[in-house]
């Protein structure tokens, strides 16, 4: 069964850094992706940004490029976001995302967090 806990969401002033983190259980071996959306209120969850399971290759929002960085500990079965020069428009909930190929079929399969609160103040 797969878990994702999330950590480390909370207030910050305008230009500050926050670092998220997100450990997953169960088996590793199917994992495609993981990575971090957000939902601002009134607003659609959208991507922040990924990390191939396998090769490390990441990806970003335009929104945040230059700003966050995610990482990921393979042994600790852990991705990390960290957040810096956050403006008022980075507040969110961040949810953080595990993609998971299923056996003989192209399909995938999304997990999710339970969410974490980042507040950004002027």
């Known amino acids: 069964q797969v878990q994702l806990v999330e950590s480390g969401g909370g207030l910050v002033q305008a230009g500050g850094s926050l670092s998220l983190s997100c450990a997953a259980s169960?088996?590793?071996?199917?994992?495609?992706?993981m990575g971090w959306f957000r939902q601002a209120p009134g607003k659609e969850r959208e991507f922040v940004a990924s990390i191939t399971w396998d090769g490390g290759s990441t990806s970003y929002a335009d929104s945040v490029k230059g700003r966050f960085t995610i990482s990921r500990d393979n042994v600790k079965n852990t991705i990390y976001l960290q957040m810096n020069s956050l403006k008022p428009e980075d507040t969110a909930v961040y949810y953080c995302?595990?993609?998971?190929?299923?056996?003989?079929?192209?399909?995938?399969?999304?997990?999710w967090g339970q969410g974490t609160q980042v507040t950004v103040s002027l």
């Open positions: 169960g088996r590793t071996i199917s994992i495609q992706t």
């Open positions: 995302n595990q993609r998971r190929r299923v056996l003989a079929s192209p399909s995938l399969l999304d997990y």
